[in-house]
């Protein structure tokens, strides 16, 4: 089992939707938890991080925390072009080993 | 500095040759990452730093790969007697201490031929 499993997609959603991304982790003891945004040729960026079960809201990204469930969400309201790219769910294990799942790709049809 | 540097942005070396990559952390962080990222794939985790010290060295694929942090801050990674297969993005991150968002610099792509 991955440490950290992300849906590889391609996942294609119309502009002006709701994308919705989904990640799993292994380590129960993991307690804080991050998402970043890749474009094509780039390094990551850093767009949430949570680390309380629940929603946290900035902008139009929603991320979702369920420490029972060992599961993490990330919802971009307002789909823009723009959001295409690669989402990576990371979450820190053993407080000092940020690890990473897969990646998911997004691709926002005009 | 205003975010992570690393250097060289690109290196090209023959097989067998020895290279250094070096991570220059956002002043302050303690925290520093070394990923490996091949074509299309995922973020491979090589090492941690928390200061000077490097508790977790599971990632690093073989013992052709080594890094140290110095001063607590810059950081080097070096590949003896690179191979084909080491080609690759080699990404660093820092954060203010562990538990904290880490920031990435922009890579250094690694090819050898």
């Known amino acids: 089992q991955k440490e950290v499993e992300q849906n590889s997609g391609p996942l294609s959603v119309p502009e002006g939707a709701i994308a919705s991304l989904n990640c799993t982790y292994s380590?129960?003891?993991?307690?804080?938890f991050f998402w970043y945004r890749q474009y094509s040729g780039k390094s990551p960026e850093l767009i949430m991080s949570?680390?309380?079960?629940g929603d946290k809201e900035d902008g139009r990204f929603t991320a979702q925390l369920n420490k029972a469930s060992q599961y993490v969400s990330l919802l971009i309201r307002d789909s823009q072009p723009s959001d295409s790219a690669t989402y990576l769910c990371?979450?820190?294990?053993?407080?000092?080993?940020?690890?990473f799942g897969q990646g998911t790709r997004l691709t926002i049809n005009p | 500095g205003a975010g992570v540097s690393q250097s060289p942005s690109n290196k090209v070396t023959e097989k067998g040759k020895d290279v250094e990559l070096r991570c220059d952390p956002i002043?302050?962080?303690?925290?520093l990452y070394w990923y490996r990222q091949s074509l299309g794939q995922g973020l491979e985790f090589l090492i941690y730093?928390?200061?000077?010290?490097?508790?977790?060295k599971s990632g690093l694929p073989s013992d052709r790969f080594s890094a140290e942090r110095t001063g607590g801050s810059v950081s080097t990674l070096t590949i003896q007697r690179t191979q084909q297969e080491d080609s690759a993005v080699y990404l660093c991150?820092?954060?203010?201490?562990?538990?904290?968002?880490?920031?990435f610099g922009q890579g250094t792509r690694l090819t050898v031929v």
């Open positions: 949570i680390y309380s079960n």
């Open positions: 730093f928390q200061g000077n010290s490097a508790p977790d």
């Open positions: 002043s302050g962080h303690t925290a």
């Open positions: 380590d129960r003891g993991s307690q804080s």
């Open positions: 991150a820092s954060s203010f201490i562990p538990d904290t968002e880490a920031f």
């Open positions: 990371a979450a820190l294990q053993g407080a000092q080993k940020l690890v």
